[in-house]
């Protein structure tokens, strides 16, 4: 899923409020017995899931290319 396809409400949460939200939604889905009036729950989900899974993967890069600098350039931190 591109990262632009998410909801722009989402990509305005930081991940912790994100991961609050997927909690929330998972408590509301664990009691509800009728699936069909959740459909737009699990849309909901995916998307939150997919917004964090994105921004781990962004900060996994920024983390690998700063140890990349530092290996490139041991010397410059002196």
């Not at 949460?13 to 009036?37: D, M, R, T, Y």
């Not at 939150?48 to 410059?76: A, M, R, T, V």
Request: proline share 3%; charged share 35%; hydrophobic share 30%.
């Amino acid at each position: 899923m591109n990262f632009k396809n998410i909801p722009a409400d989402i990509r305005n949460k930081s991940i912790e409020e994100a991961q609050k939200e997927v909690s929330e939604i998972i408590e509301i889905l664990e009691k509800e017995e009728n699936l069909e009036n959740s459909i737009e729950k699990y849309h909901r989900l995916i998307f939150l899931n997919n917004y964090i899974e994105q921004k781990f993967k962004d900060k996994s890069k920024n983390i690998s290319k700063k140890n990349f600098e530092n290996i490139q350039n041991p010397l410059s931190k002196n």
